[in-house]
């Protein structure tokens, strides 16, 4: 870097001990600060250079921003690493400001590449499941289970949100132990879900038994003449269903109750005889 005189501002040989132009004598001191204003005035007029080329912190100007969408790129998070970076690069004096907008379509270029890159990256990656999805391997598994084709997509959507939103680098080997693992949670589920049907399936037919066999002894007693016709010619095996506030609901409800009635009026009791039932 060269130096300058102190009182005259002429400019000064590496070796110089005294001005060629005035006379003074030289301070090697005054050298080194005058180097600190120097740098200091050029990160600052770098620093200018860099929001003419790309715009304010919050709001990036229309060319930055329209370069960074035809490149196909982040406005937000790439303008953002864009402008650090070069911030960076000024304070630590590797760029000066006639190389700032050279340096940021430096970097547009390179986070283009590193995109194409990444892009084709995934895309590979993605080829890969659906090659995966349908080796015999995988796919005898499906159909020897009869795992819903549904389930499988969702799978395949879980795979690919890791691969392409989450990044996660996932090898051949992860990705078919984490298919298998996501099929055998299935099969478990499945079996679950089998037993809890056969299970309602038993209680509904042993219901279904019991009510079949009450209903037999029901007509049993009609036709032996127990719970029958009394000498009157009074029904009794007559029920009324109640709510719990008494009201008559007309079938049996699991939070009320039953009571006996004889039809023609005659007193009623629990054992569902009126009071002038004849053995």
Do not use: P, W
């Not at 180097?35 to 005035?41: F, K, Q």
Request: hydrophobic content about 30%.
């Amino acid at each position: 870097m060269a130096n300058f005189c102190t009182n005259c501002g002429t400019k000064l040989g590496k070796n110089d001990n005294f001005c060629t132009n005035c006379g003074t004598k030289i301070d090697k001191s005054d050298i080194k600060q005058n180097r600190l204003v120097i740098g200091s005035m050029e990160k600052k007029k770098a620093k200018e250079e860099l929001k003419r080329v790309v715009g304010g912190r919050l709001l990036y100007n229309k060319t930055f921003t329209g370069t960074l969408i035809h490149n196909g790129l982040d406005i937000s998070s790439t303008g953002k690493a864009i402008r650090l970076q070069v911030e960076k690069e000024i304070e630590s004096g590797q760029i000066k400001s006639a190389g700032v907008e050279f340096r940021v379509n430096q970097l547009i270029s390179e986070f283009k590449i590193k995109m194409e890159k990444e892009k084709e990256a995934e895309k590979k990656k993605l080829e890969m499941i659906d090659e995966i999805f349908e080796s015999q391997e995988i796919k005898s598994q499906i159909m020897k289970n009869k795992i819903d084709q549904k389930y499988v997509d969702s799978v395949k959507a879980i795979l690919k949100d890791k691969v392409i939103d989450n990044k996660e680098d996932m090898g051949e080997d992860e990705i078919k132990y984490f298919i298998k693992t996501e099929l055998k949670k299935e099969m478990r589920a499945q079996e679950k879900r089998k037993r809890e049907e056969q299970e309602r399936a038993r209680k509904l037919e042993e219901q279904a038994k019991i009510r079949k066999e009450q209903e037999m002894i029901r007509r049993e007693m009609i036709e032996n003449g127990q719970g029958g016709y009394c000498g009157f010619g009074c029904r009794h095996f007559h029920e009324e269903f109640l709510d719990e506030h008494g009201g008559v609901v007309g079938d049996f409800d699991s939070g009320g109750m039953f009571e006996y009635y004889c039809d023609l009026g005659h007193s009623a009791y629990s054992g569902k005889f009126c009071e002038y039932y004849e053995k």
